[in-house]
Nanobody
Framework: QVQLVESGGGLVQAGDSLRLSCVAS????????????MGWFRQAPGKEREFVAT????????RDADSVKGRFTISKDNAKNMVYLQMNSLKPEDTAVYYC?????????????????????WGRGTQVTVSS
């Protein structure tokens, strides 16, 4: 089973930047991680969880939601089992709990995946609050 832990959230002002991090580990620790893609999702108060960005674990191909395109960048460090979300030019509407997720589906290795049902491991989330 893949364990995911997010960090890096906080309270910032509009226009500021934040970098979220997510570390993946396995339980038991000696088992290997079989992950084909990683993703970031977010859930704002009173709204459903939505896709933010995804990255293929093997080839690094990424895809972003239109709402964050040009402002957010997803990246990874395979050696450290880490995935990052660099968020620039933050807006109040970016306020949400941000979740890291891992996909075990092999076709996600081509270009990532962007539907929640394609992920089976989720972190507990990290709060990002952007004030105006």
């Amino acid at each position: 089973q893949v364990q995911l832990v997010e960090s890096g959230g906080g309270l910032v002002q509009a226009g500021d930047s934040l970098r979220l991090s997510c570390v993946a580990s396995t339980r038991p620790s000696w088992s290997t991680i079989t992950t084909y893609a990683m993703g970031w999702f977010r859930q704002a108060p009173g709204k459903e969880r939505e896709f933010v960005a995804t990255i293929s674990w093997s080839n690094g191909i990424t895809r972003d939601a239109d709402s964050v395109k040009g402002r957010f960048t997803i990246s990874k460090d395979n050696a450290k089992n880490m995935v990052y979300l660099q968020m620039n030019s933050l807006k109040p509407e970016d306020t949400a709990v941000y979740y890291c997720a891992a996909s075990p589906i092999d076709y996600c290795a081509d270009h990532g995946c962007w539907f929640e049902y394609e992920y089976d491991s989720w972190g507990r989330g990290t709060q990002v609050t952007v004030s105006s």
